[in-house]
């Protein structure tokens, strides 16, 4: 599940990210880290795994979501 967060104190580590959304750094996903989606509104996106989506205990000024983040796959072959 996704999360934004307006964030505009300069580029949020994971460790601010999960102070804003009220959960451990352990339940964000690392690999997603965090990523910088509207730099006008310093609005930046992260992720948490479903199980853990549910503990998001923020739902504070500059906190929105939980939003899908549904797979993205090819449709049908790739082709030469």
Do not use: C, W
Not at 55 to 80: E, L, R, Y
């Amino acid at each position: 599940m996704l999360y934004t967060i307006s964030f505009d104190r300069g580029e949020p580590t994971l460790a601010d990210a999960s102070r804003l959304l009220g959960v451990e750094e352990s339940q964000l996903d690392v690999a997603f880290g965090v990523r910088l989606i509207d730099p006008n509104k310093h609005l930046y996106a992260v992720q948490a795994r479903d199980a853990e989506a549910s503990q998001v205990k923020s739902k504070g000024s500059g906190v929105q979501g939980p939003f899908s983040n549904p797979g993205i796959s090819d449709f049908g072959p790739p082709k030469a």
